[in-house]
């Protein structure tokens, strides 16, 4: 399975209207305990990297940290107005 | 399905040994052809971004851009060794 399945089943899910979407996942997996657990300060930090390049209000923007077993998946869902670029 | 099962099924496929992993993953599906195409210039921000956190050594990263349709996904597939962090 590619990730563009992925993508696009969770489209459906949500049954939005036609926008421009954005999903930024970051995953971990981890072999042992060792070592900060940085995935939830990375957050605001790639917020401020797409920000460069288009707009994104504060709440077009969903943010969700999962945990199962050793995986962690840190995963940012935006929506953006259509083609609004910087 | 969640991402926890995608996540893990590369791991299958790319047949490595224990070694702490994470994947970066932008993907963007665009409503019309407009505005600029920026998920290739985020490629280096984002790795400037996880450097803050782990070290990365250059040859532990695969990229890859991959245009579906409306859909365009970016992938950085980075090798840890293990649970090394700043």
Known sequence: ????????AQKKKSAQVAKERLQVI????????????????LQEELLAVIRKYVEVDNDA????????????VLELNITLPDGRGR
């Open 1 to 8: 399975m590619s990730f563009f399945d992925y993508f696009r």
């Open 26 to 41: 970051v995953a971990r997996e981890r072999v042992t305990r060792n070592g900060p657990d940085y995935l939830p300060l």
């Open 61 to 72: 923007v969903t943010i969700q940290l999962d945990r199962e077993g050793d995986c962690e």
